[in-house]
């Protein structure tokens, strides 16, 4: 197996810069931990889920999907070099996943996969999360995997596309590693599973509707609509259409759409089915808790915990699972 | 993708994100910082939303110049040697103090600082004001009369080690939501929470005490929570002989208030008030936090006072997890005021009355004969105006029509001036009386600081080119002082402004683009070694000791009556920005409210016949306006309120142009109405 030390994971992914627009975490001037080209700022692989979620590479808060100009209509290019993406966790991934299938049931979302096609993902795992937290060993939810002994990554290959790039890394050296793998596979499996068991059975106490609406009335009142569940949400997939005229063309884009503002399902008329921040907050969370089991057969909140950290009053999913399972679990 | 970190161009809160570029360098987003001691990752949702409106096509990208009534485009030389004569002219007819700047809470510091450089130096008056004069000018007046120092007392953080926290007439979650949310979390945490406002907001559904004082009353109520805190013995004696003067004064006056009689003006009942009071008298650490509620009044001052008379009382100053905290509106509403964008002093604070600090400015900027005498505020300049007093007015990134009370005043006041000049970012209704138009760039497109509610001097940093010939206001201003022959006005960047108002601003004195490079630094920070002051007051007030001022409470200038039964009140909503010029074209942002609303009480509804969502006229004795009733139990029966975002149904249409006597801020927060459906 291929073992890089910190200071070889720059020059290997400089190295595929000729055939990917690659991207990693890198740290900016504040500190914040972000997704970016090599070269916007010194590398930050450790540290744990980055905070920007990274399905927004792939869909980002606003693009154009197409222009009207001097008769022509442009739809948006596919990249001309596959992104390769590395700094997911082992939950970004199966965020990642789940969002795919999305884009691409029933019809498929050209300006997703513009970039989603033909991309490298790269997870980060084992001993290098925030405050020596070990992050989970994804496998084959990824192509390529990253995972720390605390010392120097293991390269581990999961799909052909990842064993081909392992094949060709001329840097760091080839160890048997067998045994150290083995021991952080049995780390990252005893890992706490307490999280997924309480939104297991928030969910089901969601599906058998044994939450009621006073619940959903006290917990809205900390809202303050501020939108950040929705937009740091990996599996949030909502955008709004716009045409914008400019001075010589016209541009059709989408921007990020939040289920928690009334304007998102008020009708023509004024009425507003989802009309009250109480059914906007059940809303979001019976939508990835129950509606989505429903639908797509699985939770589609993977644990990420991006909506806890950035939600300034706490009705994060994980919080306010805990809040249902709580109170209405017996 | 390039990443500028930047400062919100919203409210005062101060919140630092990334404007994302895509490699055509169009703005695609913004990404919050997660190490900001103020923004930890968060943003509201206009913060999140702040990137929309800079390329929108309404943006000004040429100057304009108005010929046989129409504004045409013309070329920067023609525009700007326009005002630059039109000025001087109006000057040789009329006299130095017949033309005004209006400059602007939006603009930076080193914009704000060379508007009123530009005003005093090269046209040699202090008619220079801003529109703080319509939300804190009476902090202003009313903190420094009493403590010495009129901004925040403390900074956001305190907000986490208070005990209890009084909000007052400051719809925190809205309107500084990130202080909004940090109060909730506050509560969370097991502190005290009273909110004494009228209107049922997020905070009061947290508040241990809701208390719903009639609007106006503020002086009343509070000078009996004093009376009842000194009737039982509960006021900080030793601070009280330790740190203050007059308190016998105070005494003698709240001795008036018991809680019968206040509770009656107020409408409410006196075990409220002394419930308050013990809550509030008895936490280790009590915050009070307050905004518009207070200030727009013509007791605005008295409003003040009273709070910081509490706070003296109770020992709640000049330590953490206390204070008097006015929340100021703007991204750079208090930059704006330390700048002197104000006629009575220059940078600091530094009285324009005052000898020697005309002899150090004169000296500084190599002019002579600075004027002495104190300026027209914005709210009198309008008036004067009307009058045809004031013959030429420069206005820099406000809609007053939209902004100031009685449109049809101003729109009288507009019309009676010889020259308008407007710079500006969007088409304004203002700028539809205007002669020439400058086009400005937004935010985005310069570099620069901001000074955020807390006294926080933060980088603003330009993420992409100007916008079609836009220049930043700074250029602008520059070019303007040169043509007028004025040489003490060339900067090569507002880094070397901002050096300049370090050498004469003491408050300024350690702040450069080097030192707030990461984190901003809070005023005074009088030297490059100085760290800043997060907590005004330690020890010492900046007048000494701080001075009890008691007030009596005086009614608001005009109540409802038989003919205009309601009380209309008006203010902001979370989604919108004052005139909406940026937030009516950001997508989300316009389509979360589209329409001119006014809150009305269910009751009120009923007995009126009136249905949600329906189309009614809203009238008072200035003029009258159509909007959709919103019935909600936000609001008190008796009572209206209206945000002033709407050029269609504009609020300030309805509102009264009375001012407060020491402060010239008007009442938008209590007038007479009427209501009555559309059709």
Same mark, same amino acid.
């Not at chain 2, 005290?192 to 907001?201: P, S």
């Not at chain 2, 003040?304 to 997890?321: E, I």
């Not at chain 2, 905290?325 to 330390?338: E, K």
């Given at each position: 197996?291929?073992?890089?030390? +910190?200071?070889?994971?720059?020059?290997?992914?400089?190295?595929?810069?000729?055939?990917?627009?690659?991207?990693?975490?890198?740290?900016? +001037?504040?500190?914040? $931990?972000?997704?970016? $080209?090599?070269?916007?700022? +010194?590398?930050?692989?450790?540290?744990?889920?980055?905070?920007?979620?990274?399905?927004?590479?792939?869909?980002?808060?606003?693009?154009?999907?197409?222009?009207?100009?001097?008769?022509?209509?442009?739809?948006?290019?596919?990249?001309?070099?596959?992104?390769?993406?590395?700094?997911?966790?082992?939950?970004?991934?199966?965020?990642?996943?789940?969002?795919?299938?999305?884009?691409?049931?029933?019809?498929?979302?050209?300006?997703?996969?513009?970039?989603?096609?033909?991309?490298?993902?790269? &997870? &980060?795992?084992?001993?290098?999360?925030?405050?020596?937290?070990?992050?989970?060993?994804?496998?084959?939810?990824?192509?390529?995997?990253?995972?720390?002994?605390?010392?120097?990554?293991?390269?581990?290959?999961?799909?052909?596309?990842?064993?081909?790039?392992?094949?060709?890394?001329?840097?760091?050296?080839?160890?048997? &590693?067998?045994?150290?793998?083995?021991?952080?596979?049995?780390?990252?499996?005893?890992?706490?599973?307490?999280?997924?068991?309480?939104?297991?059975?928030?969910?089901?106490?969601?599906?058998?509707?044994?939450?009621?609406?006073?619940?959903?009335?006290?917990?809205?009142?900390?809202?303050?609509?501020?939108?950040?569940?929705?937009?740091?949400? +990996?599996?949030?997939?909502?955008?709004?259409?716009?045409?914008?005229?400019?001075?010589?063309?016209?541009?059709?884009?989408?921007?990020?759409?939040?289920?928690?503002?009334?304007?998102?399902?008020?009708?023509?008329?004024?009425?507003?089915?989802?009309?009250?921040?109480?059914? $906007?907050? $059940?809303?979001?969370?019976?939508?990835?808790?129950?509606?989505?089991?429903?639908?797509?057969?699985?939770?589609?909140?993977?644990?990420?915990?991006?909506?806890?950290? &950035?939600?300034?009053?706490?009705?994060?999913?994980?919080?306010?699972?805990?809040?249902?399972?709580?109170?209405?679990?017996? | 993708?390039?990443?500028?970190?930047?400062?919100?161009?919203?409210?005062?809160?101060?919140?630092?994100?990334?404007?994302?570029?895509?490699?055509?360098?169009?703005?695609?987003?913004?990404?919050?910082?997660?190490?900001?001691?103020?923004?930890?990752?968060?943003?509201?949702?206009?913060?999140?939303?702040?990137?929309?409106?800079?390329?929108?096509?309404?943006?000004?990208?040429?100057?304009?110049?108005?010929?046989?009534?129409?504004?045409?485009?013309?070329?920067?030389?023609?525009?700007?040697?326009?005002?630059?004569? @039109?000025?001087?002219?109006?000057?040789?007819?009329?006299?130095?103090?017949?033309?005004?700047?209006?400059?602007?809470?939006?603009?930076?510091?080193?914009?704000?600082?060379?508007?009123?450089?530009?005003?005093?130096?090269?046209?040699?008056?202090?008619?220079?004001?801003?529109?703080?004069?319509?939300?804190?000018?009476?902090?202003?007046?009313? =903190?420094?009369?009493?403590?010495?120092?009129?901004?925040?007392?403390?900074?956001?953080?305190?907000?986490?080690?208070?005990?209890?926290?009084?909000?007052?007439?400051? !719809?925190?979650?809205?309107?500084?939501?990130?202080?909004?949310?940090?109060?909730?979390?506050?509560?969370?945490?097991?502190?005290?929470?009273?909110?004494?406002? !009228?209107?049922?907001?997020?905070?009061?559904?947290?508040?241990?005490?809701? %208390?719903?004082?009639?609007?106006?009353?503020?002086?009343?109520?509070?000078?009996?929570?004093?009376?009842?805190?000194?009737?039982?013995?509960?006021?900080?004696?030793?601070?009280?002989?330790?740190?203050?003067? !007059?308190?016998?004064?105070?005494?003698?006056?709240?001795?008036?208030?018991?809680?019968? @009689?206040?509770?009656?003006? /107020?409408?409410?009942?006196?075990?409220?008030?002394?419930?308050?009071?013990?809550?509030?008298?008895?936490?280790?650490?009590?915050?009070?936090?307050?905004?518009?509620?207070?200030?727009?009044?013509?007791?605005?001052?008295?409003?003040?006072?009273?709070?910081?008379?509490?706070?003296?009382?109770?020992?709640?100053?000049? @330590?953490?997890?206390?204070?008097?905290?006015?929340?100021?509106?703007?991204?750079?509403?208090?930059?704006?005021?330390?700048?002197?964008?104000?006629?009575?002093?220059?940078?600091?604070?530094?009285?324009?009355?005052?000898?020697?600090?005309?002899?150090?400015?004169?000296?500084?900027?190599?002019?002579?004969?600075?004027?002495?005498?104190?300026? *027209?505020?914005?709210?009198?300049?309008?008036?004067?105006?009307?009058?045809?007093?004031?013959?030429?007015?420069?206005?820099?990134?406000?809609?007053?029509?939209?902004?100031?009370?009685?449109? !049809?005043?101003?729109?009288?006041?507009?019309?009676?001036?010889?020259?308008?000049?407007?710079?500006?970012?969007?088409?304004? *209704?203002?700028?539809?009386?205007?002669?020439?138009?400058?086009?400005?760039?937004?935010?985005?497109?310069?570099?620069?600081?901001?000074?955020? #509610?807390?006294?926080?001097?933060?980088?603003?940093?330009?993420?992409?080119?100007?916008?079609?010939?836009?220049?930043?206001?700074?250029?602008?201003?520059?070019?303007?002082?040169?043509?007028?022959?004025?040489?003490?006005?060339?900067?090569?960047?507002?880094?070397?402004?901002?050096?300049?108002?370090? %050498?004469?601003?003491?408050?300024?004195?350690?702040?450069?683009?080097?030192?707030?490079?990461?984190?901003?630094?809070?005023?005074?920070?009088?030297?490059?070694?100085?760290?800043?002051?997060?907590?005004?007051?330690?020890?010492?007030?900046?007048?000494? =000791?701080?001075?009890?001022?008691?007030?009596?409470?005086?009614?608001?200038?005009?109540?409802?009556?038989?003919?205009?039964?309601?009380?209309?009140?008006?203010?902001?909503?979370?989604?919108?920005?004052?005139?909406?010029?940026?937030?009516?074209?950001?997508?989300?942002?316009?389509?979360?409210?589209?329409?001119?609303?006014?809150?009305?009480?269910?009751?009120?509804?009923?007995?009126?016949?009136?249905?949600?969502?329906?189309?009614?006229?809203?009238?008072?004795?200035?003029?009258?306006?159509?909007?959709?009733?919103?019935? #909600?139990?936000?609001?008190?029966?008796?009572?209206?309120?209206?945000?002033?975002?709407?050029?269609?149904?504009?609020?300030?249409?309805?509102?009264?142009?009375?001012?407060?006597?020491?402060?010239?801020?008007?009442?938008?927060?209590?007038? /007479?109405?009427?209501?009555?459906?559309?059709?």
């Amino acid at each position: 197996m291929r073992i890089l030390t +910190p200071t070889e994971l720059q020059p290997f992914f400089q190295s595929l810069e000729p055939d990917y627009e690659v991207r990693v975490p890198i740290a900016l +001037p504040d500190g914040t $931990r972000t997704l970016g $080209r090599m070269g916007e700022g +010194p590398l930050a692989i450790e540290g744990g889920p980055l905070l920007i979620k990274p399905t927004s590479v792939f869909f980002p808060q606003y693009e154009t999907g197409l222009g009207y100009e001097e008769g022509v209509v442009r739809v948006q290019a596919p990249l001309p070099k596959p992104l390769f993406l590395v700094g997911l966790t082992a939950q970004d991934a199966d965020c990642l996943s789940f969002v795919d299938e999305f884009f691409q049931a029933n019809y498929q979302d050209d300006i997703y996969f513009n970039k989603r096609k033909g991309a490298v993902i790269v &997870v &980060v795992s084992g001993r290098c999360g925030q405050d020596e937290e070990f992050l989970k060993i994804a496998r084959n939810k990824c192509d390529l995997e990253l995972i720390s002994d605390g010392a120097k990554f293991i390269v581990v290959p999961n799909t052909e596309t990842g064993r081909e790039l392992c094949s060709k890394i001329e840097l760091g050296k080839d160890e048997e &590693v067998a045994d150290s793998l083995a021991a952080l596979e049995k780390e990252s499996s005893e890992l706490s599973t307490e999280e997924e068991e309480i939104l297991r059975q928030s969910s089901h106490i969601l599906l058998e509707d044994k939450v009621p609406e006073g619940f959903w009335a006290e917990i809205s009142r900390r809202c303050i609509a501020c939108t950040a569940c929705n937009l740091f949400c +990996p599996t949030c997939t909502c955008f709004d259409v716009y045409d914008r005229r400019l001075k010589t063309k016209i541009e059709r884009q989408r921007l990020w759409d939040s289920c928690q503002l009334d304007g998102f399902m008020r009708e023509a008329s004024g009425h507003n089915p989802m009309g009250s921040e109480a059914l $906007r907050t $059940r809303r979001r969370i019976h939508h990835k808790l129950a509606a989505d089991v429903l639908r797509w057969g699985r939770i589609s909140c993977f644990l990420c915990g991006r909506c806890d950290r &950035v939600c300034p009053t706490g009705i994060g999913i994980k919080a306010v699972s805990r809040e249902i399972v709580k109170r209405y679990g017996a | 993708m390039k990443r500028t970190l930047t400062t919100c161009p919203y409210c005062g809160t101060g919140c630092n994100f990334y404007l994302l570029s895509n490699d055509e360098e169009r703005l695609v987003g913004v990404e919050p910082c997660t190490e900001d001691i103020v923004t930890r990752g968060q943003l509201c949702v206009k913060g999140w939303n702040a990137f929309e409106f800079i390329e929108h096509p309404d943006r000004l990208s040429e100057p304009l110049i108005r010929r046989g009534g129409r504004l045409e485009a013309s070329s920067w030389d023609e525009a700007l040697d326009l005002v630059v004569n @039109r000025f001087k002219d109006i000057q040789t007819r009329y006299g130095n103090d017949s033309i005004a700047f209006f400059s602007s809470a939006k603009a930076t510091n080193e914009e704000n600082y060379l508007m009123m450089k530009l005003a005093r130096a090269v046209f040699k008056t202090n008619n220079v004001d801003h529109c703080a004069r319509l939300c804190h000018s009476s902090t202003v007046v009313g =903190l420094a009369a009493t403590l010495g120092s009129g901004a925040m007392t403390n900074s956001i953080s305190c907000v986490d080690q208070a005990d209890c926290i009084l909000v007052t007439g400051s !719809n925190t979650t809205e309107q500084h939501p990130l202080i909004g949310s940090r109060i909730i979390n506050a509560v969370q945490n097991g502190a005290k929470l009273i909110v004494v406002d !009228n209107r049922k907001i997020r905070l009061a559904h947290h508040a241990h005490m809701h %208390i719903r004082c009639r609007n106006g009353t503020d002086v009343a109520f509070f000078n009996s929570i004093m009376h009842v805190i000194i009737k039982e013995g509960l006021e900080d004696k030793q601070f009280v002989s330790a740190r203050t003067e !007059n308190y016998e004064e105070l005494r003698k006056v709240v001795a008036n208030y018991p809680p019968e @009689r206040a509770a009656q003006i /107020a409408g409410i009942s006196p075990q409220e008030i002394i419930n308050a009071a013990r809550m509030f008298a008895s936490a280790p650490r009590g915050m009070i936090v307050y905004s518009m509620g207070i200030t727009q009044h013509t007791h605005g001052v008295d409003n003040v006072k009273s709070l910081a008379n509490l706070a003296m009382l109770t020992g709640n100053l000049g @330590r953490p997890g206390t204070g008097v905290n006015p929340l100021r509106g703007q991204n750079n509403v208090q930059g704006a005021c330390d700048m002197g964008a104000l006629p009575d002093v220059y940078s600091g604070y530094q009285k324009v009355t005052d000898a020697s600090i005309q002899e150090k400015f004169e000296k500084a900027w190599g002019v002579k004969g600075l004027p002495d005498k104190v300026g *027209l505020t914005t709210t009198v300049a309008i008036d004067a105006m009307a009058d045809g007093k004031l013959k030429g007015l420069y206005v820099l990134g406000e809609n007053i029509m939209m902004s100031h009370p009685d449109q !049809n005043h101003v729109r009288k006041a507009l019309q009676n001036l010889e020259f308008l000049v407007v710079q500006e970012i969007f088409p304004t *209704l203002t700028t539809e009386f205007a002669h020439v138009v400058l086009p400005a760039t937004s935010f985005a497109e310069k570099d620069g600081t901001f000074t955020s #509610t807390e006294r926080r001097v933060q980088r603003v940093r330009k993420a992409m080119e100007p916008i079609g010939q836009s220049r930043p206001d700074w250029e602008i201003l520059c070019e303007i002082a040169r043509r007028a022959g004025y040489g003490g006005m060339i900067y090569s960047s507002p880094k070397e402004i901002m050096d300049e108002i370090a %050498i004469l601003t003491p408050i300024y004195g350690g702040i450069s683009y080097q030192r707030i490079d990461k984190v901003g630094l809070q005023w005074p920070c009088p030297d490059p070694g100085h760290p800043g002051t997060p907590i005004l007051h330690e020890g010492r007030f900046s007048r000494g =000791l701080g001075l009890f001022s008691p007030v009596e409470y005086r009614p608001s200038a005009e109540l409802p009556d038989q003919e205009y039964p309601f009380l209309l009140s008006t203010g902001r909503c979370y989604f919108h920005f004052h005139g909406a010029s940026m937030t009516k074209r950001s997508r989300l942002l316009q389509r979360e409210v589209p329409l001119p609303y006014i809150e009305i009480s269910p009751e009120d509804a009923k007995e009126l016949g009136l249905a949600d969502r329906e189309w009614v006229y809203v009238s008072t004795r200035r003029g009258q306006v159509k909007a959709q009733a919103r019935v #909600t139990d936000v609001v008190m029966r008796g009572v209206l309120f209206m945000p002033f975002h709407f050029e269609e149904g504009a609020a300030n249409v309805l509102t009264l142009n009375a001012l407060d006597p020491g402060a010239k801020i008007p009442e938008y927060k209590v007038c /007479a109405a009427r209501i009555r459906r559309a059709q």
